[in-house]
């Protein structure tokens, strides 16, 4: 049997972004696991804090080692490893390529955890050592994301067909994509609408002005929602809509993807990176993808990304077209979705799955 050992948990645990939730839902889930060893939290992006934790960690927990546990996306400056610990970097990325400079400063950490097999692919591709590379899924909630509950009351609905795109409005989510083919698959009809809501503050962008700007036929179809700051209200407007369509670019998990499962909705989203470990043929409508070169705005500056996927918009607009007039089907397809996600993607199997690898990790340690 290896001997104690605890856990510190670096990241950033405020605002909406995908790696704060995966922060703050692992740490929750933590405790849930039967035998989870000790875990202490801190702040990422405050240095004097961890530091102190660091030392409370040392003095107070009865463990002979510690391992650190750093949630970033692979883009993020990532700090130096600690000495007489194992440490551990959790990362996501969206595109085929990591810049070498990024895999250097990666494996300077003893593993690095991917959330998926694809991630685990692009790291080796890149010159990843694959002996140091776990996957180790992420979650959902899937007692708040549930079909069961609330429904939020929605502008304008009066019996449309409901599609909701969700998520940071930039060109990556692929929202260009979708607002050219929604409009000219529906232009003129009154039975169907999109709702959005998009984050943007950080972007110092206004998406209702951006989506003028594109001249869509009808662009009354298209109804920008005011950004919901409290996490908790989102489920409720999962449950409100029929569809959640996401033309998605790239996806480091994919978490608007895996919450409108677990509520039940069926799911369009393009075949290609990381959420297709979870969304898939008999769960999700996937649609083709052609790889071309990635943005160099997709994450920082002018690096090279690789590749990533230009969803097909013809076969995005029979996907919605389909879905629309089937309702039905569309429910079928969201009622599997969302057992799929309750039975195996929950963030208590992802503490699990952690847990579990810290274990085989630290026994060889």
Known sequence: MSMPYAVHLKASFTGREGVSVHAIALAAAWNRVEGAPPLLASQANLPPQVEANDAFLEK?????????????????????????????????????RIPHGWISRLFAFDRV?????????????????????????????????????????????????RFLAVGKYEKRKGYD??????????????DVALYVLASHSELRIDPAAEIRRLGLKSPENVVVL????????????????????????????????????????????????????????????????????AAPAATDGAADLGLWAEPRAHELRQAMARLSAAREEARRLGAAAADDVRHRWSWTQAARVSIETLDRTMSRW
């Open 113 to 161: 955890w991917v959330a998926t097999e694809w991630g685990r692919r692009v790291l080796v591709e890149c010159g990843g050592d694959e002996t140091r590379i776990d996957v180790v899924p992420l979650g959902v909630d899937p007692e708040r994301f549930s079909p069961i509950g609330p429904r939020a009351t929605l502008p304008e609905t009066d019996g449309r067909f």
């Open 60 to 96: 107070t927990i009865a463990a002979d080692r510690i391992a650190d546990i750093w949630i970033v996306p692979a883009s993020y400056p990532l700090p130096t490893p600690a000495p007489e610990r194992l440490n551990i970097a959790h990362v996501a990325f969206e595109t085929s």
């Open 177 to 190: 994509v979708l607002m050219r083919a929604f409009d000219e698959e529906f232009a003129g009809r009154s």
């Open 226 to 293: 005011p950004w919901i700051e409290d996490p908790a209200v989102l489920p409720a407007l999962y449950r409100a809509c029929d569809a959640l369509v996401a033309p998605t670019r790239g996806e480091g998990w994919g978490l608007p993807i895996i919450e409108a499962m677990a509520c039940g909705l069926p799911v369009i989203t393009t075949g290609w990176s990381a959420h297709t470990a979870f969304a898939n043929a008999g769960n999700a409508v996937l649609i083709g993808y052609d790889l071309v070169p």
